[in-house]
């Protein structure tokens, strides 16, 4: 069995979505645009969204001191174009790397997919066509590296038909992830009734949806959001990573979703691991007491709420997190990850996992079995 990184990201070109995008959508598309003082920016239709930086793995102070910069008035320091590695964006050279960082195969997720989610929310024509045209782009990924980069590809739940449209055109490219936003749907819980057919579709095509840190529909209200507009990551987001992938984990177990589609899984990816013992303490103390106190619970379960995460989620755990730890308390559900290049990743993910007392070996299911049973690679 391989050694498989489960989150890595590939960086999108300028281009990319205008490229992909269907003819009739490209007035809508992302595009990276420089300003006249020489700093990249993410924009859509001309607004700026995000400013864009080329991440080095254990240097986040670089990307505050790029966002100082700018805000002082002063020119960029480096042409985005001429210091973005090769290994950032094309598969060929990213696949190269990941060998050479011990991994054999490679889970790679957008990169600034993770940012523009939210800001386009209101346009649901511009959410669709942006992340039709990365969708595409997963096939050529997949084609490209002959299947060991896993591109995940990213989908809204907002439109039924269309994401039936695109799990269809994914699993035909060979896609087996796609990345989905931990959060209601138009004011709904993912557990609603009417969101039934979209899990079964997932089941359907063979593809997991995973959550992972984004900036997505929040779990909480905007009120709570003090920081300047230009923060890049609020500061309750990085605080309460997990807590959005909780919640709709838990609202999924208790609704009884997972017992009507029992080929349902999840991943949950780079929103931590810490939580996860506690969080399945919890899920249970929670269940049975609220059960006794209200006479019923809210859907007659088949088991217990911990026994439906530990058999349909998975989640990826940083080596400082000490996962061999979290398996004692909390089972064999975890996966190895570098988040290559961000900052706050790692390039040396196998020997910071010896380090901590987790060996690299192929066959083990933190090291690959896990994001294999995602991939519907093995059964359990």
Same mark, same amino acid.
């Given at each position: ?9 590939? !960086?999108?070109?300028?281009? *990319?979505?205008? $490229? !992909?995008?269907?003819?009739? $959508? ?9 300003? $006249? ?13 995000? +400013? ?10 670089? +990307?505050? $001191? ?11 320091? !480096?042409?985005?174009?001429?210091? +973005? ?37 209101? #346009? ?22 002959? &299947? ?11 439109? #039924?038909?269309? @994401?039936? %449209?695109?799990?269809? *055109? @994914? ?12 959060? =209601?749907?138009? &004011? ?37 959001? /003090? ?26 177990? =208790? ?27 919890? *899920? ?6 609220? /059960? ?28 400082? %997190? ?21 900052? %706050? ?7 910071? !996992? ?19 049973? *995602? ?6």
């Amino acid at each position: 069995m391989a050694l498989v990184d489960c989150d890595q990201h590939l !960086y999108e070109t300028r281009t *990319l979505w205008s $490229d !992909y995008a269907d003819p009739a $959508d490209r007035e809508l598309a992302l595009g990276i645009v420089d300003d $006249d003082r020489g700093y990249a920016w993410l924009r859509w239709q001309g607004r700026p969204l995000q +400013l864009c930086d080329v991440q080095l793995p254990h240097d986040t102070m670089a +990307l505050g $001191d790029h966002r100082n910069r700018y805000r002082d008035g002063l020119p960029a320091t !480096y042409s985005y174009d001429e210091v +973005l590695p090769e290994d950032y964006w094309a598969p060929k050279a990213r696949l190269v790397r990941a060998r050479a960082m011990g991994f054999d195969e490679a889970v790679v997720f957008p990169n600034y997919g993770l940012i523009w989610e939210r800001a386009l929310s209101g #346009s649901l024509p511009a959410l669709k066509a942006n992340m039709a045209a990365w969708n595409r782009w997963c096939a050529v990924v997949v084609e490209e590296t002959g &299947g060991a980069l896993h591109p995940v590809g990213h989908v809204t739940l907002r439109d #039924s038909r269309w @994401l039936d %449209e695109q799990l269809r *055109l @994914l699993a035909a490219g060979g896609v087996r992830l796609a990345f989905v936003a931990p959060a =209601l749907v138009d &004011g709904r819980p993912l557990s609603h009734p009417d969101h039934d057919p979209i899990w079964q579709a997932f089941v359907e095509h063979g593809i997991a949806p995973v959550f992972h840190t984004a900036d997505q529909p929040r779990a909480f209200d905007d009120a709570w959001y /003090t920081d300047p507009e230009d923060a890049i990551v609020p500061v309750l987001d990085s605080i309460f990573l997990w807590t959005p992938a909780a919640l709709s984990i838990t609202d999924l177990i =208790l609704n009884a979703t997972f017992d009507r589609h029992p080929g349902l899984r999840i991943g949950i990816i780079e929103l931590g691991s810490i939580w996860v013992p506690m969080y399945l303490l919890m *899920l249970d103390g929670g269940s049975d007491f609220t /059960t006794r106190l209200n006479g019923r619970p809210i859907a007659k379960l088949r088991k217990r709420p911990s026994e439906y995460f530990r058999d349909h989620v998975r989640v990826a755990s940083f080596s400082y %997190e000490r996962p061999e730890h979290l398996m004692r308390g909390a089972g064999d559900i975890f996966m190895a990850c570098s988040d290559y290049p961000h900052s %706050e990743g790692t390039d040396t993910p196998v020997a910071d !996992y010896a380090s901590a007392g987790c060996e690299a070996a192929p066959g083990t299911a933190f090291f690959g079995g896990n994001i294999g049973f *995602l991939l519907g690679q093995r059964t359990s």
